[in-house]
């Protein structure tokens, strides 16, 4: 799946270290991507994909809200979700590792609240990927 997404490329030639920075629940793809010129001295990649669903309705909010998983009529993640999402966003991260000239062996993950449980997901189902992996 390719994932609408945001990119912050540092200066200079590549390959780059690269973190993955994965938004919570009611964001969207830019909501992280302001932090990308301050991390690393400015030196660090920075890809930022966003939820493939977007919130109706949301109040107080003139930016476009989205979330990572599908929900049910009990608003409850449907069955098998999270696996899903983690393949899909796997798939994307191998694809844009290619696209944009990460270098593999500095590559880390990031999440906020929705994102952060996702980035856990992934950190742990391939541990030996990921240089490091924050939560927020």
């Known amino acids: 799946m390719d994932f609408v997404h945001a ?12 973190l993955i920075a994965l938004h919570g629940h009611g ?20 890809i930022c994909p966003q939820a493939e ?7 107080y ?12 009529a009990n608003d409850r993640p449907l ?9 899909a966003l796997a ?8 696209r944009y000239n990460v270098d593999g062996e500095r590559l880390a993950l990031m999440g906020f609240s929705q994102g952060g449980f996702l980035a856990y997901r992934l950190a742990l189902s391939q541990p030996h990927r990921w240089q490091g992996a924050a939560m927020l």
């Not at 669903?53 to 109040?59: I, K």
Request: proline share 12%; charged share 20%.
């Open 27 to 46: 964001a969207h793809c830019q909501d992280l991507a302001p932090l990308a010129p301050m991390l690393a001295g400015g030196r660090l990649q920075v």
């Open 61 to 72: 909010s003139y930016a476009p809200m989205f979330t990572w998983m599908k929900r049910g």
């Open 91 to 98: 798939t994307f991260i191998d694809n844009a590792c290619e």
């Open 79 to 87: 069955d098998g979700e999270t696996e899903r999402v983690a393949e």
């Open 7 to 18: 990119v912050w490329t540092p200066a200079g030639d590549g390959p780059h270290p690269t």
């Open 53 to 59: 669903f977007p919130l109706e309705g949301a109040p």
